[in-house]
Structures are given as C-alpha cells and as structure tokens.
C-alpha cells in the first residue's frame, strides 16, 4: 500500500542520483546490504507507490520508497 506524500520522511542524499539498495540502508529502512538485496528481489519495496525488483535502481529526488509500512523520500543533499 503507498503511503501519501506526508507519510514519508525527507532523506537527504550527497549526489544527484542513489541507488535503491543504498538507500534503504541510509534511510534507515533496512540494516545491510544482504538485507536489501532479500527484500527488493522479495518484491516488497515499492518506488512512487510500484513494485521495484531491481536493487541498482537510480533514485532521484523527489522519490517515495516504502517498505514494511515505513516511507522515505529522496532530497537533494
């Protein structure tokens, strides 16, 4: 289920783009990388409110990730 745009909060990130993998660790969403290689191919992390199974996503700002009822969206550093 996606969260409205008031649900998530801001995380901030250093360059223009990151990859999804790494920022559900930065967000604090998940704990490693072996965690978030295991809940993205699960098919249970969402992106702008769709299923996304591919870890090297690029983000950029302005983009909702939810998971496990918790969202974050992408800032410009």
């Known amino acids: 289920m996606a969260h409205p ?3 998530a909060s801001d995380v901030p ?3 223009a783009s990151i990859r999804l993998g790494q920022f559900l ?5 998940i704990d490693s990388g072996a965690d978030a290689k295991s809940v993205i191919s699960d098919g249970l992390v ?3 409110g769709d299923v996304e199974t591919r870890r090297g996503r690029q983000l950029r700002g302005g983009d909702v990730v939810v998971f496990d009822g918790r969202g974050a969206r ?3 550093g």
């Not at 660790?25 to 969403?29: I, N, R, S, T």
């Open 5 to 7: 745009d008031g649900a």
């Open 25 to 29: 660790k930065l967000a604090g969403l």
């Open 74 to 76: 992408v800032t410009a």
């Open 13 to 15: 990130i250093r360059d």
């Open 46 to 48: 969402r992106v702008n």
